[in-house]
Each structure stands twice: as structure tokens, then as C-alpha cells.
């Protein structure tokens, strides 16, 4: 059986793995990663363009991430969360694309205007009051506000085409808001570290357990398989990062450490409406974002998005979620079947009892028709022609199921860090805002699992290079803000 020694070895192509690589090699360049991924090459799971919204999520158009409560009061402590945490990606690949000339922002990132745009008395109301609340925060200080219908016509030419002139509608704009092909980011992530660092990686490599060495550190032996050939190899490693997407809840559950206890998952799939009529496609610039139905998943907030991939545009419609058993798009149905342990059974029953109604929800949206989707579209676009839209399958999203502290087990829609106790194990799961945050993951993983190295002044230096607010709060510090979103979006593109 083949063997391989690293440093640090990550399961999973994606952009999680990806950009942990790129912290850990530019914090010290001598370490030695493995990246291992089960199919043909990386970002083919979660990260592939089509496989995700694309919003570079800023809490600016999102309106799940405001809500309001009974009295009418507008909470976006959420947004001010997400606009922060997408700051520091911003930060770090603006410290990319300004230290090696060959990485061109154009290629995974660019300026589309983030909106949100409601219909109803009651809706334009909700919106108002969270233009208002969140103008008066520096952080949001950029974002318009309209009723006008000829200003709106401006905006969202489409949307506005044949609809009622009676029903009320608003909208909010902010012009630095951004699209990111994820996929592409990966991929050039990835090819960066094989020609400047040591680095191997290891594709048709399927992970089949873990086990661990005796003596001082104690290393992880990760085994695997190649699924051309069926050779079995094996690699040690003093630390593993499980950045699987859906399956990081299954390699986790192998590794045997007693923090999974607990953890399960719920598997949601979704689907694009995808337009590429060139004239179409023209006459819509922005990501507008609406109201997600009753008993949706905050996932399922329908958008009408403008996509860049591989420099061409085009519309997304969606994502319509659907019920699944796989934890990822080219896995088993067996998944959620496999992933029930005597540990975690409490929590997923539990959580199951709860969300009843979102289950009913998802098995309902998975038998819907074109013509049925089609008409949710309508609501957007009143002169919508069916047959300028194609479905498309997104990726899967496996949700976080954990203990609750006054129930048996609750459904969590964010992500969670679990890591073993002497850090030499993390896992990333669950989903939304997911990549956007990539950076701000991987920064709490150093913190969990590198603290010695991190509390270092060489890698205190090294972190506020690469991100110049490190350690600090821009939600708190509106010079400071400034100051870095003038640096960030000049860099990358994102200044109108």
C-alpha cells in the first residue's frame, strides 16, 4: 500500500479546503498539504459554478438575514454578522490579486448589483423599515431605496415589464455587491498551489477510515482508495481538515472522535431555472432578491440572479429546493440511511418532529412541474416565455443537525466548526452562507486547531498582510471600514 507523509492533509476539493491550503502555505510556506477528492478534479460538489447562487453574500439583498419582530422592529445583527465575516474574503483575495500578477480577479469575481424587491403593502412596509435601519449603519451606507416606478424600471427592466401599475412595489439597491464563481476561485487556488508549493493532490481518491499512530502528536493515518485503479494508499498527516460538503458528516462520524457525538444531517436539494437568451439576459443586471414562501428553508429565497461563468452572462431563476436522501450530487441515496448512529438518532428524530412542515414543504417542491415553476418565475417576470428557460440540478446542501438544549435535536441552516479536543481533527458542516464566509471559517479553524502557531508574531504579521482588519471589528469602526472597502473594491473590480 502506497504511504504519504504531509503536514496537513484535507479531504474534499472544494473552496473550503482550497483556501485553508492557501492560508496554511502563505502563514508557512514549508508545510507540506495534501488535498484529496473523490472525483475526476476539484470544485465539482458545492463549489462548481451552477452548483450555487454565486452571491458573494453580504447581507445586503438577503432578507432572511433581517427579520422582523412582532413589534414591527427590524433585527440585522445577522447582516452586520455576514457583511463583516465576507469582508474578510474580499480582504484576502484582494491580498492575492495584488501579490501574484498572474491571479485575475476578472476570472472568479464581479460587480453585480445587490437588490431586494418586494410586492404587497405589508411587504414594501417590512422593506422599508429595513432600508432604514440598516442606511443608518455605515456598513450599509451605499444602499438606495425606491418606489418610483421609472426609477425601478432602471433597475430591473425585466421585472418591471407588463406588471400591474396598481400593486405596490419597492426595492433596494446597493452597486458594490458582487458575483463569484466559486468554482473558478477554487480552481485557481489550487493550480497556484501546485506550481509554487508542496502540495499533492490526489484525485479518484476516495477516503475509507481513519486511525491514529502511538507515541508523541499522535498522527492521523487518513486511508483511501483510488477509484480508477482500486490501489489502497494511505496518507499521515498531524492534521486533518474534513471540507467535504455534504459528506464531511460521514468522514466525520469515521474518524471516531467523541465531538461528533450528536451530529447529524438533513440533505435539501435544489434546482435553477437557467436562461441564455443573449437579448434577455441584456436587459438584466443584478441579483434581486424576494421573500421566501411560508415554510420554506432560508436556502429556498427566490432570486433572479445575473451569473458570469467562463466571462459569459446569463439568468438564474430560484433555486427551487426539493427532498433528498444523498448528501452530495453524485452520491448515494443512501446517504442519510448510512449517516443514523445510536449517537445522533435522539437528535434526528427530534429535529424531525419539528420540522415537519418543511419536510412536507421540500417533497412538495420535488414533484413540481415546468409549468408550475414557470409560474413561480411569473412572479418576477410577468412576461415570462417558458421555453427561454431551462432546468438545471444546484448541488446539495446537507443542513446541521445537533442536541438541543431544551429538546431532543434542532435543525441549524448555518455552518459549524467541530473539531477535536487536542485540534488535530475539524470538520466544516452545513451550508449557507458557506463560501462567501470561506475566509472567516478557515481564520476560526487556525484559531481552534493552530493556537500556538496563530498567538506566533510571524503569523500575527503574516494574517494582517493578507488581511489588513484582522483582529479587528469593522462593524465598530466605520474609518476603518472605509478604508478597507476602498482598497477591496478597487482591487477586485467592485467600485461602479
Known amino acids: 500500500m502506497a504511504s504519504l507523509q504531509a503536514d496537513v492533509t484535507l479531504v474534499g476539493g472544494g473552496i473550503?479546503?482550497?483556501?485553508?491550503a492557501m492560508l496554511l502555505h502563505r502563514l508557512d510556506p514549508s508545510l507540506h498539504i495534501c488535498m484529496i477528492e473523490q472525483l475526476g478534479s476539484v470544485a465539482q460538489e458545492s463549489s462548481a459554478a451552477l452548483h450555487n447562487a454565486g452571491t458573494g453574500h453580504a447581507g445586503y439583498c438577503e432578507l432572511n438575514y433581517t427579520p422582523q419582530g412582532p413589534g414591527g422592529q427590524v433585527d440585522i445583527h445577522r447582516a452586520i454578522e455576514i457583511n463583516t465575516a465576507f469582508d474578510?474574503?474580499?480582504q484576502f483575495w484582494s491580498h492575492l490579486v495584488t501579490s501574484e500578477p498572474q491571479i485575475d480577479p476578472r476570472a472568479f469575481i464581479n460587480r453585480v448589483p445587490h437588490m431586494s424587491a418586494v410586492w404587497g403593502e405589508a411587504n414594501v412596509a417590512f422593506l422599508k423599515a429595513r432600508y432604514e435601519k440598516m442606511r443608518a449603519h455605515h456598513l450599509f451606507d451605499t444602499m438606495q431605496w425606491s418606489q418610483d416606478p421609472a426609477q425601478l424600471a432602471q433597475w430591473m427592466p425585466l421585472l418591471m415589464a407588463g406588471r400591474d401599475p396598481a400593486m405596490p412595489l419597492a426595492a433596494t439597491r446597493v452597486e458594490q455587491g458582487a458575483d463569484v464563481n466559486f468554482g473558478a476561485l477554487t480552481g485557481i487556488l489550487v493550480n497556484y498551489l501546485q506550481a509554487s508549493a508542496p502540495f499533492t493532490l490526489l484525485t479518484q481518491t476516495r477516503v475509507t477510515g481513519f486511525s491514529r499512530g502511538s507515541g508523541a502528536g499522535r498522527p492521523w493515518?487518513?486511508?483511501?482508495?483510488?477509484?480508477?485503479t482500486g490501489k489502497a494508499c494511505q496518507v499521515e498527516s498531524p492534521f486533518v481538515f474534513l471540507g467535504a460538503g455534504g459528506n464531511a458528516l460521514r468522514l466525520l462520524q469515521k474518524s471516531g472522535i467523541p465531538e461528533a457525538a450528536g451530529y447529524g444531517g438533513f440533505p435539501v436539494s435544489g434546482q435553477w431555472?437557467?436562461?441564455?437568451?443573449?437579448?434577455?439576459?441584456?436587459?438584466?443586471n443584478a441579483k434581486v432578491y424576494s421573500l421566501a414562501p411560508v415554510g420554506a428553508p432560508p436556502m429556498s429565497v427566490p432570486h433572479l440572479d445575473t451569473r458570469i461563468i467562463g466571462g459569459e452572462p446569463c439568468l438564474l431563476f430560484g433555486p427551487y429546493a426539493g427532498f433528498t436522501t444523498r448528501f452530495l450530487k453524485q452520491g448515494s441515496r443512501l446517504d442519510l440511511i448510512k449517516s443514523v448512529r445510536p449517537h445522533n438518532l435522539?437528535?434526528?428524530?427530534?429535529?424531525?418532529?419539528?420540522?415537519l412542515d418543511l419536510t412536507r414543504y421540500?417533497?412538495?417542491?420535488?414533484?413540481?412541474s415546468h409549468s408550475q415553476r414557470i409560474a413561480s418565475l411569473a412572479s418576477f417576470l410577468p412576461q415570462v416565455k417558458a421555453d427561454e428557460w431551462q432546468l438545471a440540478h444546484a448541488g446539495k446542501r446537507v443542513q446541521v443537525i445537533k442536541r438541543g438544549a431544551d429538546r431532543w435535536g434542532k435543525l441549524e441552516f448555518g455552518t459549524e466548526l467541530v473539531a477535536s479536543a487536542d485540534g488535530s481533527l475539524a470538520a466544516l458542516l452545513g451550508a449557507s452562507p458557506g463560501a462567501s464566509v470561506s475566509v472567516k471559517a478557515m481564520l476560526d479553524l487556525l484559531a481552534r486547531c493552530f493556537p500556538r502557531q496563530l498567538q506566533g508574531v510571524q503569523w500575527q504579521e503574516r494574517l494582517k498582510q493578507m488581511v489588513p482588519s484582522y483582529g479587528q471589528d469593522l462593524s465598530q469602526d466605520a474609518a476603518l471600514a472605509a478604508r478597507v472597502h476602498g482598497y477591496t473594491r478597487g482591487v477586485l473590480g467592485l467600485e461602479p
Open 88 to 90: 474578510l474574503s474580499l
Open 273 to 284: 431555472l437557467i436562461c441564455q437568451n443573449p437579448d434577455l439576459v441584456a436587459q438584466h
Open 362 to 368: 421540500l417533497m412538495k417542491e420535488a414533484v413540481q
Open 16 to 20: 473550503m479546503s482550497a483556501t485553508l
Open 221 to 228: 493515518r487518513v486511508k483511501a482508495v483510488n477509484r480508477a
Open 346 to 355: 435522539k437528535s434526528l428524530l427530534g429535529a424531525g418532529s419539528s420540522n
